[in-house]
């Protein structure tokens, strides 16, 4: 593994866009070494977000209720953006990689990987949350492992919808969540802006999915990643809960798999549309305004160069 | 939209007080970028805020509590802040404009594009809610859209006061909640004072409208802002609540949209009177005291040039 | 009030122990700046916390719970450091000052314009609270004013202990409380071990409040301050609630006002004692070690000009 | 205690691995320095956490419920951290002890001190706690001190297994449960990825432990820590609770002394394995790399200088 140690900087290239051919060996090592990171921070930012929601339903409401579930995804993620920031960007989430890749910000080569490594990462944390919780479980259903009814443990794992939800409501429900977590995930890494502080990226990154889970949570467990759900929910179907995962809520699987790409890209969309488009680039900030107000624009160029190298 | 590029810096140059003379096509321009980032930034802010609502209230306490609706205001508010920061300021509050104005940090021509995008925003993120949490609302009060009564739903989208308040009552309460954001909205950023840590000032802003929730909300749901309370009550008036939104809790509507705007120039004002008039001038400081002794006012200089381009 | 404007850096001079002689205008200017300040602070504070104190007892749990308080009182005070930190240090409570005054930190002459401030900054908090409370605690008790039983409202004001607590417990409780709130606002403080962030002080200040809320206070609600109890507990006296405030809990009332600077100055004293004075002086420093290993004391240093102006 | 002050220097050398010779005075002291904080900050994080759990039991309900447990220790361990961050790195677990000495973070001489000194501070929180809630324990329990039934209080000091729990799943509960918070401590620690903000560490670390209390909590109470857990055992054995603290549980009692070095140790050691040795070295970086891409490595060169000295 000691060969891998050259490739660092690359990864920091092709975040930022820039291109630098290299050895093809590097390439692949570049691709374990993301690939490694990514499956890790979706192994933990799931493993406490999993946790989270098996200690509140087989603790019927002694260890934690609704916000605690929030609370465990919420911090998760911020561990995650820890695990992985650096090196593979901390996406955990194939709806966040297909938005970077659709506006150039991850190259479409990486997203197969980005994806494997996610569904590799989710499905390692289901099987070991239902491990850890093997008794619990047991315990709470009397060994019954059922999708429906009160004593109902499948949604320790996939989101299921609320029972007046329609595939259309919870269609729509899928889609405006991922647009508000993408235009906000925007925002917070928007250097021209106002950013998340240096250092600070994980717990803005987790406050934002604390609020929502408070917000945009009860249709339909805010899934709002692809990749976070199928994996747990194939995990279950195999581990003995059945078919049941596919067919409950009127065959609702596919519907966290398919709305979140599409919202993702219309909430950062709107995004750039109405706001960062209308950025003063640098070069024209560099060139006519700075000689009319030079020390306004100082404080700008300074934090262009502190935050450089912070994607969220 | 390419042309708005340009006008960057005056958004800038106004919220500091500088005049500077530009042809009259910029200031259009910058008239429509900034209103587009006020109007996203609330949008945002209250579909967060609104949401947590909805869920709260259809949930019936299966999806969150009270804590919940604060903590989604609350961090609704922080990721406003970080979408409108640098461009619009983020006020997403008529009242907050109208002080900021009051004491010169914003012209007043600039106050009705903000109160427009405010209201826009807000009306928008109302209808959105409302479709999001359609089948939710239609589930909980059995198709049925009321103002009072046990199965209650606008309250979702405006505020309405408690059974004991009198308008008297209210009127003080929205006087002095606003007061209270606003005096502490004026310290957060005073950068002669211990202001809010530099890209930290979202989530101080956000832990403000969290306190001011917990503190100061039960009597009639803490407002505090006209734009904020009017466009959704408008929606719900049109949207099939009726005329009970204007006439219900003796005719409140009114109370959210006069008594702010006075509180915040009252908080805002009590805290310059108090604390803000009595800091050294920058002029004093140079000249006199920094021969006396220099290292000390050191620190100061340099918080002064780190924090110059934050405003919250 | 022009005239104060001269004396700012008097305050930051004595706060740091350095006593510069300056005519005697000024330091009766400096008085009142600094009173101004500690008032405001305590106001907000208290304001703030009695708010959510009566937000939880006249809902009856609609509007928040135990927690909410503990929010509210260390949020508040996170509010009054953003508002008093630079000016006054923000003390807020008789027993921080006492403690300052005991270890050096303060002019033993201004403690009484401390307590003074915070007495007064705490009787108007009160008031107001009532005010803005008035209909909900009329409606909540029926009118009917009392200290003891179900539908008692002197505890929005002042603090009473529990039914089994005895004055010696109390007393103990109070002494250990103010001890741990001291012990840790020193260590927050200490720009030789691992302080609160520069800027961040306001919000450690408020998680630390927070904390001794949830660990130290069903015993007897964590008054852990002086002027945060008598000055609320008289005002109830006058207001309505009578002379029972002082006899309640077997005479508590002193209890609060003798235990908090007793267990203060024990607190920051232990931290001395274990801590602080085993940290290398900084003339030790710049003489001796750093000749040995010269870049490891570098970063101490650097923080050291950093946080210098820093006083929580 | 005056002479303890020269051996500064050398905590922060055998932190960072480096070897230097030095009277054998200075050792003994520096032992002794760095004892004294250890203890002091364990003291501290364990009578928040007690306390916290003290209150929620006592109470009943009203003065907090299990987040507020999850609240005490969280920040419990992040004042800890404020207070022995810079002199001891504030472990406060001997698994993190462990697992540091393993990894060649701490010399394998001085973790005999470190167990040492958390026992001691965990031993005295304890007694603190008790003493400070004796009347609300007594009152609660009618005197009646018991491991187990309705009015148990042998769980406000250790730790205790759920009903359905057997020793092997209670086991490998521990394991895990250490093994994320080890695999995190190193992801918030490692500079060279996206470690938590310089000053914010205690914080960072608080809310990784609020969010291990929240996900992997609900089996055996989260001991992940052997000096945490059978220091107050000890104490509740001599202080009236009797044999049964250890037999209870099937004899659980020497679990979380086994369990979570293990799991600690094997966190660790995933972290690294996936992440941490695929960093680029310094000295490659320096001469390698930087000569394609100077300006790209500048920000991590320069985060490194800030960060050099911080070790959580």
Request: overall charge negative.
């Amino acid at each position: 593994m000691k060969d891998f140690v050259e490739s660092v900087e690359l990864g920091v290239s092709q975040r930022e866009g820039v291109n630098i051919t290299q050895p093809k060996v590097w390439i692949k090592n570049e691709l374990v070494r993301v690939g490694l990171a990514e499956s890790l921070c979706t192994y933990v930012m799931m493993v406490f977000g999993l946790g989270s929601v098996a200690q509140v339903v087989t603790g019927e409401g002694a260890f934690g209720q609704y916000l605690s579930i929030n609370l465990g995804f919420a911090l998760g993620v911020a561990m995650g953006v820890h695990i992985g920031g650096k090196i593979s960007g901390a996406h955990m989430n194939a709806a966040v990689s297909f938005t970077m890749c659709t506006f150039g910000r991850l190259a479409w080569k990486m997203f197969p990987v980005y994806v494997f490594s996610q569904l590799l990462g989710s499905f390692l944390a289901a099987g070991t949350i239902y491990a850890v919780y093997y008794e619990a479980i047991h315990d709470y259903c009397g060994g019954n492992l059922t999708v429906t009814g009160v004593k109902a443990t499948a949604g320790i794992f996939a989101t299921y919808p609320a029972p007046y939800l329609s595939l259309l409501g919870g269609f729509i429900d899928q889609v405006f969540g991922t647009a508000m977590l993408l235009l906000c995930l925007m925002a917070l890494s928007d250097q021209k802006n106002k950013p998340a502080a240096v250092g600070g990226e994980p717990v803005a990154v987790g406050l934002l999915v604390l609020l929502i889970g408070i917000s945009l949570g009860s249709n339909s467990g805010y899934a709002i990643n692809p990749t976070r759900d199928i994996a747990p929910r194939v995990f279950t179907a195999i581990a003995g809960w059945g078919a049941d995962v596919f067919r409950s809520g009127n065959g609702w699987w596919w519907v966290p798999l398919v709305a979140p790409p599409i919202g993702g890209v219309l909430g950062a969309g709107l995004y750039k549309a109405l706001v960062e488009m209308h950025h003063q680039p640098l070069s024209e900030q560099g060139r006519g305004v700075m000689q009319e107000s030079e020390e306004e624009s100082t404080p700008l160029e300074k934090q262009k160069t502190i935050c450089a190298d912070v994607c969220v």
